[in-house]
C-alpha cells in the first residue's frame, strides 16, 4: 500500500474560517497533486506540483493555494472557507517517468 | 482535449459471474492507461497500469486490456465476489502529464 497521508479525514467548519489540509508522503515522489471529487462525480485536477517550489493550477478553477517546500508535503489552503467548498479533496503523488498514481484516503470538507 | 467515457454507469451482478468495465478514450495518443478502484468516502486504490505500448495487464482475477488505436480498454473481473463492490475509474496520461478521469461504474455484487 502507497504511504501518503491526509489530514483530517474529515472536518466541518463555518463560513469564513481558515483552513489548511494536509497531504504527506514518503516515497520521495516529485509530482504531486490535488483533485477535488463532488459525490458520484469525477475528479477535477485544481493544483499539481512537479518538485519544490513548483506549483500550478490544474484545470478546475479554485480559490484554494498551495505550497511545496519540502518533497514529502504539499498543504492547502483556503484563506476564507464558503459553502460552496463542500467536498471531498484527495490528495496524489507519482514518480518520475510513467508510475502508477497513488492517492490518499482524502479529506471532506463541509462548510456551515 | 481529452475525453473519458466509462459504461456502464452502474452495474449489479450476482457473486460468482465474470464481468466487463468499458473505457473509452477520444485522443489515442495516450502514455499509459490506469484503472483505479474506490471504495465510498475513500481515496482511489490502482489496481493495474497498462502503458501504451502494452495490450494488456493481469493482476490476479483482473484482467485490463488496451487497444489504443480504437481508444478503447476493458477491465475483465473473473469470478466477481461481494467485496469486489465498488466504483472502478479508469484515468489516461496525455501530453502535459496530467490524468483525465472517468466518471466510473458503480459496481453491486450480490452475494
Known amino acids: 500500500e502507497a504511504d501518503i497521508y491526509q489530514t483530517p479525514r474529515y472536518l466541518v467548519i463555518g463560513t469564513g474560517k481558515k483552513i489548511t489540509l494536509e497531504c504527506s508522503q514518503t516515497?520521495?515522489?516529485?509530482?504531486m497533486y490535488w483533485y477535488q471529487q463532488d459525490p458520484g462525480m469525477e475528479l477535477h485536477l485544481i493544483h499539481y506540483s512537479y518538485g519544490v517550489n513548483s506549483t500550478e493550477k490544474g484545470d478546475l478553477s479554485s480559490e484554494s493555494t498551495v505550497s511545496r517546500i519540502r518533497t514529502e508535503h504539499f498543504p492547502l489552503t483556503l484563506e476564507s472557507a464558503r459553502p460552496s467548498h463542500t467536498s471531498q479533496y484527495l490528495c496524489?503523488?507519482?514518480?518520475?517517468?510513467?508510475?502508477?498514481?497513488?492517492f490518499g484516503n482524502g479529506t471532506r470538507l463541509t462548510v456551515t | 482535449k481529452q475525453e473519458v467515457t466509462q459504461i456502464p454507469a452502474a452495474l449489479s451482478v450476482p457473486e460468482g459471474e465474470n464481468l466487463v468495465l468499458n473505457c473509452s478514450f477520444t485522443?489515442?495518443?495516450?502514455?499509459?492507461l490506469q484503472w483505479f478502484r474506490q471504495d465510498p468516502g475513500k481515496g482511489l486504490t490502482s489496481l493495474l497500469l497498462i502503458q501504451s505500448s502494452q495490450r494488456e495487464q493481469t493482476s490476479g482475477r483482473l484482467n485490463a486490456s488496451l487497444d489504443k488505436s480504437s481508444g478503447r480498454s476493458t477491465l475483465y473481473i473473473a469470478a466477481s465476489q461481494p467485496g469486489d463492490s465498488a466504483t472502478y475509474l479508469c484515468?489516461?496520461?496525455?501530453?502535459?502529464?496530467?490524468?483525465?478521469f472517468g466518471t466510473g461504474t458503480r459496481l453491486a455484487v450480490r452475494p
Open positions: 496524489a503523488s507519482t514518480g518520475q517517468g510513467s508510475l502508477p498514481l497513488h
Open positions: 484515468a489516461v496520461k496525455s501530453s502535459g502529464d496530467k490524468l483525465t
Open positions: 485522443d489515442s495518443a495516450i502514455y499509459n
Open positions: 516515497m520521495g515522489h516529485d509530482k
